[in-house]
Antibody, heavy 119, light 108 residues
Framework: EVQLVQSGAEVKKPGESLKISCKGS????????IGWVRQMPGKGLEWMGI????????RYSPSFQGQVTISADKSISTAYLQWSSLKASDTAMYYC????????????WGQGTMVTVSS | DIQLTQSPSFLSASVGDRVTITCRAS??????LAWYQQKPGKAPKLLIY???TLQSGVPSRFSGSGSGTEFTLTISSLQPEDFATYYC??????????FGPGTKVDIK
C-alpha cells in the first residue's frame, strides 16, 4: 500500500525548534516530489514548498521562504519540515503529500501533524 | 503569483441536488488544475486532476471542466458522504502550487 505516515502531534513553546517527519512506503520514494501544506485552525490550505528526495532539490513558496526548512533522507524514505524558532502563529496542522508527476497533482497525503505553539 | 478564487464560499444543498463550484485563476493556467475534498479532521483527497480527469476510485458523479482561467467542479447527485469542503489547486506556476480558499458544502 502506498502511504505517507507523519510523526505525531507536538506541543512546543515559542522560540523552540522542531522537526516533523513524513515517511513514505509502498513506492519509490526517490522518484516523486513531496510537498508540505499548512492548515491553520479553521482555515484553508496553504502551499509551503516541495522537495525531490532523489537529489534534495527544494523549492519554497515565497510566503514560507526563510521561515521553515524542508529536507529529506532518502536512505530512510523520510521527508522533514523544520523550524528553528517557533512562533504562536505556527500553530497549525501540517500535511505532507506526494506529487504524481503524470497526474500533475498530489495523490497521496499523510494523515497530518498538529503543531501547537503556546507559552 | 497566481491567485485562485472560488465561488460560492459556502453552499447549502440537499441529497440528490446537482452542485457546481467555480474556481477562477488570476491568469491562464491551461489545464493545470486539481480539485480536492476535505472532511473535518481528515487530510485532503484528490478528486480531479488536469482539470477534468477523474482520479482512480472517485465516484463518477464528480466531474471537472474548464481551462485557462475558469474551472468548475460538478457533483451530479449529491450524496450524504459528499458534505465536505472542496479546494482547487493550480499546478501551472511551479513550484508555487497555490490553493483556492475553499467551498464548504453543507446539508440544507
Amino acid at each position: 500500500e502506498v502511504q505517507l505516515v507523519q510523526s505525531g502531534a507536538e506541543v512546543k513553546k515559542p522560540g523552540e525548534s522542531l522537526k516533523i517527519s513524513c515517511k513514505g512506503s509502498g513506492y519509490s520514494f526517490t522518484s516523486y516530489w513531496i510537498g508540505w501544506v499548512r492548515q491553520m485552525p479553521g482555515k484553508g490550505l496553504e502551499w509551503m514548498g516541495i522537495i525531490y528526495p532523489g537529489d534534495s532539490d527544494t523549492r519554497y513558496s515565497p510566503s514560507f521562504q526563510g521561515q521553515v526548512t524542508i529536507s529529506a533522507d532518502k536512505s530512510i524514505s523520510t521527508a522533514y519540515l523544520q523550524w528553528s524558532s517557533l512562533k504562536a502563529s505556527d500553530t497549525a496542522m501540517y500535511y505532507c503529500a506526494r506529487q504524481d508527476v503524470e497526474a500533475d497533482a498530489f495523490d497521496i497525503w499523510g494523515q497530518g501533524t498538529m503543531v501547537t505553539v503556546s507559552s | 503569483d497566481i491567485q485562485l478564487t472560488q465561488s460560492p464560499s459556502f453552499l447549502s444543498a440537499s441529497v440528490g441536488d446537482r452542485v457546481t463550484i467555480t474556481c477562477r485563476a488570476s491568469q491562464g493556467i491551461s489545464s493545470y488544475l486539481a480539485w480536492y475534498q476535505q472532511k473535518p479532521g481528515k487530510a485532503p483527497k484528490l478528486l480531479i486532476y488536469a482539470a477534468s480527469t477523474l482520479q482512480s476510485g472517485v465516484p463518477s458523479r464528480f466531474s471537472g471542466s474548464g481551462s485557462g482561467t475558469e474551472f468548475t467542479l460538478t457533483i451530479s447527485s449529491l450524496q450524504p458522504e459528499d458534505f465536505a469542503t472542496y479546494y482547487c489547486q493550480q499546478l501551472n506556476s511551479y513550484p508555487r502550487f497555490t490553493f483556492g480558499p475553499g467551498t464548504k458544502v453543507d446539508i440544507k
